[in-house]
């Protein structure tokens, strides 16, 4: 299996995405660089709406993470309430 990865800058806007993604993903491995995190997992790594909602207190729009998007790897597959990064086997 391969793996996929997401890479956020690190902010305080982003703390509580990065919170959740781990949260949601318990295969997931942060890896920590100045000013920004990649977390690699293997197959798949799902962001999710709702969870990003319930730590911020309020409603999040899925939209709102590509302004702190840096880079990924996968295939995505992305609605409203998820953004899915996978590899077909």
Do not use: C
């Not at 990065?18 to 942060?30: C, F, M, Q, T």
């Not at 730590?55 to 880079?71: A, V, Y």
């Amino acid at each position: 299996m391969s793996r996929v990865f997401i890479a956020l800058q690190t902010n305080d806007d982003t703390r509580p995405i990065i919170e959740s993604i781990l949260a949601d993903n318990p295969h997931a491995v942060p890896v920590e660089s100045p000013a920004m995190i990649k977390i690699d997992a293997e197959g798949h790594l799902t962001v999710k709406r709702e969870s990003i909602s319930e730590l911020i207190g309020r409603d999040f729009d899925l939209q709102e993470l590509h302004t702190h998007l840096i880079s990924l790897s996968g295939h995505i597959d992305e609605s409203d309430d998820e953004f899915t990064l996978y590899w077909d086997n």
